[in-house]
Structure formats: structure tokens, C-alpha cells
């Protein structure tokens, strides 16, 4: 009895941590590319946030700047934010880089 609560609690336990894994699996830039931002509206935040800055950096070094943390960051964001709003079915990394290609000029270079 005790045996098979334990092989139950060990399988709930080995599937969770299985489907946390591929949850959790880092995408390729090629799928990442592909993501509109209505798509990326609907994920979670934290993982918005990460393919978000995922993008940006392919983008930053791409264009040769980095994205910085402070307020030109903040600006970049709202860019990205303002240009989701305008067009919802635009992919995501499209108006990443537009805002950074716009934004080029007031970014450190690498």
C-alpha cells in the first residue's frame, strides 16, 4: 500500500518535472523569429520577457549596439510596445529590430 502511493507520488512527480522541461526548453531563433506579437501577448510574462530580450539581443549584435539597462532601454520597450499595439499580427523580432534600427544612433556600440 505504502509501495504504491509512493510509485504514484514518483510518476506525478517524474511527469511534472518532464513537462516543466519542455515547457522550459530554449527556443531556436529561427521559431523564435516567427512569433507575432498577438502570440507573444498570450504567453506568460516571464516568458515574454525572456523572448523578448532573447530578440533584442540577436538584434543588438546583429546591428552592432547593445541594449542597455536604463532609460534608453525603457525607450526601446516602448518602441516594441507602441509598434505591438499598431500591428498585432506583426512579428514580434520585426519590431524589435525596427526599434532598435530607429533608436540606433543613441545605443553604446559593441
Do not use: W
Not at 504514484?8 to 531556436?28: D, F, G, I, R, W
Amino acid at each position: 500500500m505504502i509501495f504504491g502511493r509512493f510509485l504514484s507520488l514518483a510518476l506525478v512527480v517524474a511527469t511534472a518535472t518532464t513537462a516543466y522541461a519542455q515547457s522550459s526548453a530554449p527556443m531556436s531563433f529561427e521559431r523564435a523569429a516567427y512569433v507575432t506579437c498577438r502570440e507573444a501577448q498570450a504567453m506568460q510574462p516571464d516568458a515574454r520577457r525572456a523572448l523578448a530580450v532573447y530578440l533584442a539581443e540577436h538584434s543588438a549584435q546583429f546591428r552592432g549596439v547593445t541594449v542597455p539597462n536604463d532609460e534608453r532601454g525603457a525607450q526601446l520597450a516602448q518602441l516594441v510596445r507602441g509598434g505591438c499595439t499598431l500591428a498585432p499580427d506583426a512579428y514580434l523580432f520585426t519590431v524589435i529590430d525596427r526599434a532598435i534600427q530607429a533608436e540606433r544612433g543613441k545605443l553604446s556600440k559593441r
